[in-house]
């Protein structure tokens, strides 16, 4: 009797495993058929140096529901860019950008883009030959930035290094060491002992099931498409719950928001002497190689560019007041990285300035509304300030 039973499973567990495999062949062959792209989203894998790298290949991204999808192609070396020789012709000036998601860019079309949009002016202005390479990726802070230049984007043979930091992280990213919640880490980090700056490579943590998750994004369209659902599903959950999550997150002394507090914790202070030592050495490495460098530094975010939005911002400074007893300043990090930078003879350029004198002149908002990043008027704006910064600190060739 229970040998019966037993065939009887099994022949169930069969047509189960058949349904399965049948409805996956179906819907991949589906995706394949009427999406012009390979892959959707944005995929990472492990770096032993810089923690992740996106994956070469082709994609497809959007960030609002409304508009279409765009390509979005990875280069060899793993950034969103177009593959370039190491060596340079004459006549050629190379300008490296560092960054995060908002170099890379994600969330636009190519060609919307600031890097993509300054190349075209540069070029139109300039006898010389421009050339932008772009090494941004999301996710990175300074520390990889700093990586990325050692190990690759010099070999590049650049003329000038624009490192993009951005306010809202990059500071914590540097410095998981200092923030006893972000260890162990799977990205490199860094600690001053001493004088001394110490780097700790990054650590593979991925268990079985994320390699997995991987393996089948990198390989099966429709499996892709069922994953950013499910992440614009998440998103839209965060946008409306936003004043709620951020209460939250105030209770945490290490959550990024705390940037922007006023006064600094000691770890705080710790973090914010590893990235200065790290902005230091980029610029000696720069300076070792011939190379100019320059630092631009990003917006806080619509809530601080936005001249609408100021209600919101007062609301969120009395909420942090309530549930901290600081004082939440948005303004505080470009200060900080401008007396720095003056210090330093670093060239530098504050974005939030430039975005808010944008967005008065054109009516135009420069964020996306459930995605901070820039959109396509934000790249426009950046792109016309860093072209101007850069032609006013004599940073390029003669025209």
């Not at 099994?10 to 058929?33: D, Q």
């Not at 922007?260 to 790290?278: C, G, N, V």
Request: charged share 25%; aromatic share 12%.
């Amino acid at each position: 009797m229970f040998v019966g039973r037993d065939k009887n499973l099994k022949r169930r567990l069969l047509k189960v495993i058949l349904i399965i495999v049948l409805a996956s062949l179906f819907l991949e062959g589906a995706a394949r058929i009427f999406h012009t792209s390979d892959l959707s989203g944005a995929l990472f894998d492990f770096h032993p140096v810089f923690g992740h790298l996106s994956v070469t290949g082709h994609y497809a991204s959007r960030i609002e529901r409304s508009e279409p999808y765009f390509p979005v192609d990875i280069n060899r070396e793993g950034f969103r860019d177009d593959d370039h020789a190491k060596s340079k012709s004459q006549n050629t000036f190379r300008i490296a950008v560092l960054g995060d998601s908002f170099v890379e860019a994600i969330q636009v079309p190519r060609e919307q883009s600031s890097t993509f949009l300054l190349q075209q002016e540069l070029a139109r202005l300039h006898s010389s030959q421009m050339e932008l390479l772009n090494f941004g990726t999301n996710g990175f802070g300074t520390l990889q930035e700093y990586l990325v230049l050692k190990n690759m984007a010099l070999s590049y043979n650049p003329d000038l290094v624009v490192l993009v930091f951005c306010v809202n992280n990059d500071v914590s990213d540097n410095a998981a060491g200092v923030f006893p919640h972000r260890l162990p880490s799977p990205e490199p980090y860094a600690e001053m002992i001493g004088e001394k700056l110490v780097i700790h490579p990054p650590t593979d943590r991925r268990t079985t099931l994320e390699k997995i998750v991987l393996f089948c994004w990198e390989r099966f369209h429709f499996y892709s498409h069922f994953y950013r659902s499910w992440k614009l599903l998440l998103a839209n959950l965060r946008f409306h719950l936003h004043p709620l999550l951020h209460a939250h997150r105030y209770d945490n002394p290490f959550s990024e928001e705390f940037v922007f507090s006023d006064p600094y914790s000691s770890e705080w202070s710790q973090a914010w002497d590893i990235t200065k030592r790290l902005i230091l050495d980029m610029k000696s490495l720069c300076d070792e190689h011939g190379v100019k460098f320059a630092l631009v530094v990003t917006d806080a975010g619509e809530i601080q560019v936005n001249p609408n939005l100021h209600l919101e911002r007062v609301r969120q400074q009395v909420l942090f007041k309530k549930v901290t007893g600081k004082n939440l300043d948005f303004n505080k990090p470009e200060r900080i990285l401008e007396k720095f930078s003056e210090e330093h003879d670093v060239p530098f350029l504050v974005l939030s300035r430039e975005l808010e004198r944008y967005s008065q002149r054109t009516g135009q908002r420069v964020h996306f509304s459930k995605d901070q990043h820039w959109n396509s008027a934000g790249h426009q704006a950046v792109a016309e300030a860093v072209q101007t910064f850069l032609d006013t600190a004599k940073l390029l060739p003669d025209r």
